[in-house]
Structure formats: structure tokens, C-alpha cells
């Protein structure tokens, strides 16, 4: 077990950025927020029927929160579950590239 | 003066399929290139792109009506700008940025006015159509959405937060009367104006139905139709909101997206009851009424976005499924309805089908299309 534990650790120091989306991914996700969020949230996410996206409007949230709604919605809102269509990690990515502006 | 009119004829001629430099916008139109903010202006004769208008802001949602004379389009962009653009030269006329946030907008009756509804701040704002002068605004207090324009220089629309429909008679423009109807039901996303101009429906996120105005009799108020038309069951998550607008009228049914089912619903517009209902593939975004109303054209949300599906309205079933390309965003068709025109964001074309084959009768390149716009929206109520 400890020896596993051992291997776990070994495997996660090799590969850091095995959970974070390759870059082809990663432009792939640009456009789905662009696009498909945008349809809500506005193409330059200064938002519309959903709220504003920008960096200014997501400094109080912290990036877990927003991976959360992201994957799970809000009850009571427009906004739809993204799981099923995004991995835990492409949601905590997106949270992080909100906070800290898209690229481009 | 007369190098106006040499320049002016110049501009036609540049648009011309004839050889006289004359030339009507019946057949002409607009394709919304959001991402790059401009449209592609396009012809429905030739099935060809005329040229481009470059500098519209931020197009997210945006959306377009037309002048009486179908001579000029007016497009409202996300960022609150509101564009006239000449249609014959291919140029801005005049453009003003009117809010922080818009959603869309509309043409009065007369053609005098032009209303932009607004997300922040909340409300709507009436400009002189000829000259984009600001004569008077309403203000909500909350999102504006799905306005249309009704018959008496009306225009309707809901608002997402409170739960409303308004009735802004502005026949005096500068001294618009508000009509208010309070708790029309939960959340409305979207309404329109039935094409008779007598109707008006909002379809509601947050509970299961509709909310349905006669216009001939707002003081009656607002009643509920297709009242929980999701039997309690959970819905489905809703990756693109439907939009609703008069072309979901064909004949004495009125074809509308279901919220969280894979449905269309089908509403009988004499007795007001549930005609029908159409499963579908997916998530409903656009339900098009063909001119003439045999068929109704759907597409849908992700992950379905690529698929197009045909409803005979007649068999009260989906009879084609289409690969028009990846997220189809809207259709329009002309005005006979000989002719569909598709957009395709990811494969950045238009696609143009006869709708009596459904064969692909040419494809356009467009960058990241979304709405497609035909003039023959000019003469109809409630677009």
C-alpha cells in the first residue's frame, strides 16, 4: 500500500500537469466559453441573461466554487450542469482561466 | 449634390445584379459574423455574399430589424450599440452605443420608431428610426427580454427577474403609457408577437408553461397556457436558451421549443390547448414555421447542435434529419420559402437548402456565422 501511495507520488511528480487539458484541449475550451457560455454570459463575458464572467466580477469567488457551478449549475437559474460535457479538471481550468482572463 | 449622386450610384451599381445600377432589397439580407463584429450581406436571387460592414461592437446575440421601405437594417449589438446600415451602399448610416448591455430590439408599426431593449440598465429606450435621436426611455429595474413590436407603435416584452409583461404604447413617442402585467409566471426568457399581431406569448424558465396576452384585450391580463406541460418530471439540463418569435405560426398551431424536455409543444391558437407535442433529438433552440406552414424546421442546443430536424406538420412528426454542419445557430427563410438558409458557427458557413428536396444548393463561407436576417422581415408584425 505504502509502496502504491509511493508510486501515486512518483506518477504525479512525472507528470504535473497530467490533469490540466492538453493545449489543443485548451483552445477547445476557449471557444465552448466564448460561445457556448458566451450565449449567456455575452462573447466578451460582460454578461447578459447570466452574470458578467471578467476577472473583476469573479474576485470574490474562489476558483473551487466556481468549478463547482460550473459542473453541478445553479438551482433556480439558467445555468445547466456542464459535467457530462467537461471532466473535473477542465472545470477547475476554466475557473482559473475566468479568474484570471482569457487568453487573447 | 450631384457627387453624392455619383457616389450613391457608384455604391448601387456595386450591388447590382442588373446592368441599369438599379436594384431592390426584397431579395437581400444580413448574416450576423459576431466574433468579428459585422455582417456579410447577402442576396437570396443569386444565393450570394454582396459584401461586408465591419466595426459593430460586440455581436453576441445580436439582432436586426428593418426599415418599412426594407432599405436599411438596424443592428443591436451586446454591447448596447445600435447600427443603421444602408443596405443598397453597404454602409453605416449612423451608429450610437445606447446601454452598457442590450438584447435585442424592435420596429413600431409605423416604422417611425425603433425600441433597443436593454439588460443593464434595465429597460428600453425609443430612438426616431430616421435619425437615431433618443426620444424617451422606460425604465424596469430589471432584464428586458423578448420585446416585439404590436399593432397601435406597441411594443411588449418581459422581464426575466420580475416576472412581467409591459405594453409600451408609444404612438407619442416622447410620452410612452405603460401597461404593466404583474405575475405572469416564473422567469420568462423569451416572447413574441403571433404574426396577426393579436397574441402575445412568453415562455417561461422557471416553471413549466406560458404566458399568453391578447392585445386586443390587455386589461384581461395575462393567462397560463400549457401549463405544466413537464408533468413534474426533472428536466433536463438547458445548454442554450429557445428563442421564440411569430414564425413559430403555421396555420392554427403555434410550434414552441419545451424547456428541459427534447419536445416541441404544440399549441392550438383557437382553443388554446395542447395540440400536440414532437420528440425530437434534443434540446430545441429555433422551431421555424416554413412559409406556408407545412413544415417546421428545428435545431437544437449541445450536444445536438449539429443536426438539424424537419416536422411535417400535417403527420405531426419529424420527417428529415439534416447535417447542415457543427452549431447550427439559426435559420431563416425566404420569403416564399423555396429556400433555407442555415448557419453553421464552427464550420463558419451558410448552408442554403431547397427546402422541397432538401438538397444543399450552395454553401458560403461566413465567419463564425450566427443570425441570418432577410428583408422580407420589413413587412411582419412582431419581427
Known amino acids: ?104 | 449634390m450631384k457627387r453624392l449622386i455619383l457616389t450613391a450610384l457608384a455604391a448601387l451599381s456595386l450591388l447590382s445584379c442588373s446592368t441599369s445600377g438599379l436594384r431592390g432589397t426584397g431579395d437581400l439580407g444580413v448574416v450576423v459574423e459576431r466574433a468579428a463584429g459585422r455582417i456579410l450581406l447577402v442576396e437570396t436571387t443569386q444565393r450570394t455574399a454582396l459584401g461586408r460592414v465591419d466595426g459593430l461592437g460586440d455581436l453576441s446575440h445580436a439582432s436586426v430589424v428593418f426599415s418599412r421601405d426594407a432599405r436599411h437594417a438596424y443592428v443591436f449589438g451586446r454591447d448596447g450599440g445600435l447600427t443603421k446600415i444602408d443596405l443598397l451602399s453597404a454602409r453605416i448610416e449612423r451608429r450610437i452605443i445606447q446601454s452598457g448591455n442590450a438584447i435585442g430590439g424592435a420596429i413600431s408599426q409605423d416604422g417611425r420608431l425603433v425600441a433597443a431593449a436593454n439588460y443593464t440598465p434595465g429597460g428600453i429606450r425609443i430612438f426616431d428610426a430616421g435619425t437615431l435621436e433618443l426620444l424617451s426611455e422606460v425604465p424596469t429595474g430589471a432584464k428586458v427580454v423578448g420585446i416585439a413590436d404590436a399593432p397601435g407603435n406597441r411594443f411588449v416584452f418581459s422581464l426575466f427577474e420580475a416576472g412581467a409583461i409591459w405594453i409600451v404604447d408609444a404612438s407619442q413617442p416622447r410620452n410612452p403609457q405603460v401597461t404593466k402585467l404583474e405575475k405572469i409566471g416564473k422567469q420568462p426568457y423569451d416572447g413574441f408577437v403571433t404574426p396577426d399581431g393579436r397574441h402575445y406569448i412568453a415562455g417561461l424558465y422557471g416553471e413549466d408553461g406560458l404566458a399568453l396576452v391578447d392585445l386586443w384585450h390587455p386589461e384581461r391580463g395575462a393567462r397560463r397556457v400549457l401549463q405544466g406541460y413537464g408533468r413534474g418530471e426533472e428536466p433536463l439540463p438547458v445548454f442554450k436558451m429557445p428563442h421564440l418569435r411569430g414564425w413559430a405560426a403555421a396555420g392554427r398551431y403555434l410550434f414552441l421549443p419545451a424547456v428541459g424536455r427534447h419536445e416541441v409543444l404544440v399549441l392550438d391558437r383557437v382553443d388554446w390547448t395542447e395540440a400536440a407535442r414532437i420528440p425530437l433529438r434534443g434540446q430545441p433552440v429555433f422551431a421555424v414555421a416554413q412559409p406556408g406552414g407545412r413544415r417546421v424546421w428545428v435545431n437544437f442546443a449541445l450536444p445536438d447542435n449539429d443536426r438539424v430536424q424537419v416536422i411535417d406538420v400535417d403527420a405531426m412528426k419529424v420527417v428529415k434529419e439534416l447535417r447542415p454542419g457543427r452549431a447550427v445557430l439559426h435559420m431563416e427563410f425566404t420569403p416564399r420559402g423555396e429556400q433555407a438558409w442555415i448557419s453553421s458557427r464552427d464550420d463558419d458557413a451558410v448552408a442554403v437548402y431547397d427546402t422541397a428536396s432538401y438538397a444543399e444548393l450552395t454553401r458560403l463561407p461566413a465567419d463564425k456565422p450566427s443570425g441570418i436576417f432577410l428583408t422580407s422581415r420589413a413587412g411582419m408584425t412582431g419581427f
Open chain 1, 1 to 104: 500500500m505504502e509502496r502504491m501511495a509511493g508510486m501515486v507520488a512518483l506518477l504525479l511528480a512525472a507528470f504535473p500537469a497530467a490533469a490540466q487539458p492538453s493545449p489543443a484541449r485548451r483552445a477547445e475550451l476557449v471557444e465552448l466559453i466564448r460561445h457556448d457560455c458566451g450565449a449567456c454570459h455575452g462573447l466578451t463575458l460582460k454578461g447578459g441573461l447570466g452574470p458578467p464572467l471578467e476577472p473583476a466580477a469573479l474576485a470574490e469567488k474562489d476558483a473551487e466554487q466556481l468549478s463547482f457551478v460550473i459542473l453541478h449549475g445553479r438551482r433556480g437559474t439558467p445555468m445547466p450542469p456542464w459535467r457530462g460535457h467537461l471532466t473535473d479538471s477542465e472545470a477547475q481550468w476554466i475557473a482559473e482561466a475566468l479568474k484570471q482572463g482569457l487568453p487573447k
